[in-house]
């Protein structure tokens, strides 16, 4: 791909700029204004300082964290693991990050908290400077700072953070022609969020094209390596080996699919379980703002011609929004569309990049602000409030 196609991305205001002449794709994005990885750094720390701030204000950390989301069910069974005890244990989340969590603690005495919350934050740090490399500054730092969810699980714990650390990882070790890296990568993405294995798919149709029959079968290799050393356990102790995906079975599901017809479930959901308008309104802003990147994505040039230059990203992007959008689960489909959409928001930015604001006083303001609202969000708005009220600890 020539440096020159992605240029048209930047504002037509900015096309004095020389044109980088590394041959990079990602190189064509940079301009003389491209935050540095420092600054990127700084932000990121500047959001979690701020999110954490708010959230002592109201409540104890330790308390937000064992309290937030999955975080004590990966906490149980970061523990089972570490004992090899599972006894109450419900074979619900995926294994990916406990393991991890799991062998953090076993190596450095730590609580199963503080495993969670490292795994979490430098993970999520790693993410964005990955995706810094992948594409730029603004890209990497408008990701790091517009998803509430993202920063709730970067500061209060999630599988998230970790996920995304692998399969940027992944995509920058393609770019390397790093191919068993980027198997061994996407593997492992793949055991901590199940949709990762359209990246390891994509790794192996791009390497039957290229003929690189070497490598197609080492990254096969490695992938059924990483998937039966997963399923070993699960199959001795539950006597399933794919106890964690036969556990997303949902009565919910309509026709018994996980996935269905477009829209169908986020429209359901709205309808049966009523929400506050501002999440409602919070929601539907992150579902037409995908959707508006989603026609850029087809009517561009540019990205299609980035596409071509990227198929395993293609490959991993084009089924992550068709599951999107059809999860068949009415109760979390529209609720949760924000979480799910994290793995693709930098491909949303790249699509919008002609219209994303360059300004840093924009994205300091928005990284501030949003990490403050992200932690009252996580909270709750009504007992943030309550608990700084009464003083609650």
Known sequence: MKPELLVSLEPRTRQTTPRPSASSPASSLRDTHDPSPTEVLSLVIVSFLVFATVVALARNYAAAVDNFGDSSAYMALASAIRHWNFQGIVAKQFWGLPYAMSAFSKLTGASDRFALLVLSLIPSLLAVFFARRLWNGWIAGYFAVLNFDWLQRSCLGGSEPLFMCLLLGAFLSVRRSRWRLAA?????????RPLGVFA??????????????????????IGLAVGLLYALPLAAQFGDAFATVHSYHSAEWQGGWLFGFPFYAIIKGTILYPAPWTNLALSFGWIFFVLIAIALMIGSRDFRAYCRSHPVEL???????WCLFTYNYPYWARGNFARFAIPILPFVLLALYCWIPKRRILLWTVAVSSAALAA????GVVNFLQMLRHGVR
């Open 315 to 321: 490959i991993f992007l084009a089924p992550y929004l």
């Open 376 to 379: 009252i969000s996580a909270l």
């Open 200 to 221: 390891l798919v994509g790794i192996g149709i791009v390497l039957l094209c290229k003929k690189d029959l070497r490598n197609f079968f080492a990254a096969t290799a």
């Open 184 to 192: 061994f990568l996407a593997s492992l993405a793949t055991v901590v």
